[in-house]
């Protein structure tokens, strides 16, 4: 129980830390004391008096180390509300988290601007900390500065960070290029069922890069002498398995082709970010790459992740479902052009304003308004598609809106083995979502919701999808445990209250 305790404060020191941009080291010297000594703090392996965690606290101005913020987080919600103003999306997760994985093929400083302050980052941000990359949050901690040191550590790996993301598996392109062996923690994230690495694998192979899966890790080893002579051909049209593809042409002495490539927009952003280092890539927003690799990456460069899709389907659904007119600013609208689309036959009313072009200088950008509407569930099944097709995130946000349209609607998350079933947790709120199997959901709307107190799904769209209906219900919801939901947004009760939402923040002792 004690380590236990000491273990939960070392995490809430080295997350203040981490979120002051401060080296271990820094912090030593604030308060008098050894690097070695905040080391056995923060991994909880030393007694702590509650005057050092004062100390602690008012060296790093936090808050976060004070009694009484150690438990998980839970919201308080009262429903029933009607939202109004404009609300901006952030950028997205999953660009950040893939951009700092790409930050490893730099020797020079990558700046990165406006990144997500969301745990699925801090996670990523903790395991480059403990290998040695130096991290700092820089103009009032809207932007990230990534040096990575000449020679990484990977012996000193925060496993237990990793473990928390899916993301780590993208260090296995970029670490292939500098360590002949070396291994990462099997990667983890939300409960989704099972979720192949095969693909990663095999595309990687072609790089001379053999994985082992043994005792919570692969174990990677690489023979250089194997370089792809064809063009990879990706088993799967997924993400991180092109992004991690790119990875490893990035550096590649020579041209790769991957074909099947996913063209979703965080391997645009990757691309894009690609560029910067000097990497030509051909084929950007298609299912085609050919990637003309430099062998030594070593430039100072500047970018800017494109807004969250994702984010922007979230606040969309935040609206249909408390019967709101909102004003989303910043929707990347290429990639969410189907879901609109599917939207607008339902009966959505909406506007979009002229495009813009994001900080990226590439990606499209429109300001969205959505208003109040009567919704008739859709003609056809949902179901998701790698893009161009319905973003596989955003199937989730579709029972919630289906649950507020007249009628029924059937949605099919063939992707996630263990996705839909959490859907069900609707029924709690009052909505009708009949579990037909594993991967099809039923919902008959409309609904009338009512206030419920529950455990936060262990999967972060649906349990983003119960939020919005607590949102919806009459009176006042508990969702407990949403440590899921910060993995991917950025302080989204805050951000949701300031357009008319009521959601309080409280943890337990
Ligand atoms: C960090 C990151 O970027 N995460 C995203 C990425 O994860 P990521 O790329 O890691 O997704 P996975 O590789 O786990 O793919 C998700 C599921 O889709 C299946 N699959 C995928 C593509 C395909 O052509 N055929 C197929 O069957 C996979 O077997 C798996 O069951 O993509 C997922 C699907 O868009 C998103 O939910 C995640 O938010
Ligand atoms: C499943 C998701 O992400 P991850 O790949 O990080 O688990 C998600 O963003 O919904």
């Not at 941000?125 to 403990?130: A, D, F, R, T």
């Not at 174990?219 to 990879?232: L, Q, W």
């Not at 992740?305 to 019967?323: G, N």
């Not at 992707?415 to 009708?432: K, S």
Request: charged fraction near 25%; glycine fraction near 8%; proline fraction near 5%.
């Amino acid at each position: 129980m004690t380590d236990d305790y000491l273990m939960r404060i070392g995490t809430l020191i080295r997350n203040a830390r981490q979120h002051r941009g401060w080296t271990q080291t820094q912090l030593a010297e604030a308060l008098g004391t050894s690097q070695s000594a905040i080391n056995r703090i923060e991994r909880g392996g030393q007694n702590i008096s509650l005057e050092m965690i004062a100390r602690i606290g008012e060296a790093l101005d936090s808050e976060i180390v004070s009694l009484g913020y150690a438990g998980p987080m839970h919201l308080r919600v009262v429903g029933g509300r009607r939202l109004s103003g404009s609300i901006s999306v952030k950028t997205s997760k999953n660009a950040c988290v893939a951009l700092l994985c790409a930050s490893l093929l730099n020797a020079g400083r990558t700046t990165l601007r406006r990144v997500a302050r969301i745990e699925e980052v801090y996670r990523i941000l903790e395991v480059l900390n403990s290998i040695g990359v130096r991290t700092r949050w820089v103009n009032d901690g809207d932007d990230l500065e990534i040096t990575p040191p000449a020679r990484l550590d990977l012996g000193s790996m925060d496993t237990e960070a990793a473990r928390r993301t899916r993301s780590v598996i993208m260090f296995l392109g970029p670490l292939m290029h500098r360590e002949d062996r070396f291994k990462i923690p099997y990667a983890g994230g939300c409960d989704l069922g099972t979720r192949t690495v095969e693909p990663h694998m095999s595309a990687l192979r072609r790089y001379g890069l053999e994985i082992t899966a043994t005792g919570g890790y692969y174990h990677a080893e690489v023979d250089r002498s194997v370089v792809p002579t064809r063009p990879i051909v990706l088993t799967e049209r997924g993400d991180t398995v092109t992004e991690n593809a790119l990875l490893a042409a990035a550096r590649h002495d020579g041209v790769t082709v991957i074909r099947n490539a996913s063209s979703n927009y965080m391997v645009q952003d990757l691309c894009f970010f690609l560029e910067q280092l000097g990497v030509r890539i051909d084929g950007i927003g298609t299912t085609t790459l050919t990637v003309h690799g430099v062998p030594v990456i070593d430039r100072d460069v500047d970018y800017s992740p494109s807004e969250d899709p994702v984010e922007a389907m979230s606040l969309i659904a935040a609206a249909v479902v408390t019967s709101s007119e909102l004003t989303i600013r910043r929707v990347p609208i290429e990639f969410l052009e189907i879901e609109l689309a599917v939207l607008e036959n339902m009966g959505l009313d909406h506007e979009r304003g002229d495009e813009y072009v994001a900080d990226n200088g590439r990606t499209r950008l429109v300001d969205l308004t959505v208003r109040p509407s009567k919704l008739r569930s859709p003609i056809d099944k949902i179901h998701p598609m790698p893009f161009p097709g319905l973003n596989i995130d955003n199937v989730p946000f579709f029972a919630a809106i289906a649950a507020s349209a007249q009628g029924g609607t059937l949605i099919h998350d063939w992707v996630y083995d263990n996705r839909a079933i959490y859907l069900t947790e609707l029924t709690r709120l009052g909505a009708e979502v009949k579990l037909l199997d594993p991967h099809r959901v039923l919902v008959e709307g409309p609904t009338r919701w009512r206030p419920a107190e529950m455990m936060c799904p262990p999967a972060l769209r649906p349990a983003v999808v119960v939020l919005l209906a607590m949102m919806a219900a009459e009176g006042t919801s508990v969702l407990r445990n949403v440590y899921v939901i910060n993995r991917g947004y950025e302080d989204l009760a805050e951000r949701l209250n300031s357009v008319g939402a009521r959601i309080e923040t409280f943890r337990d002792i």
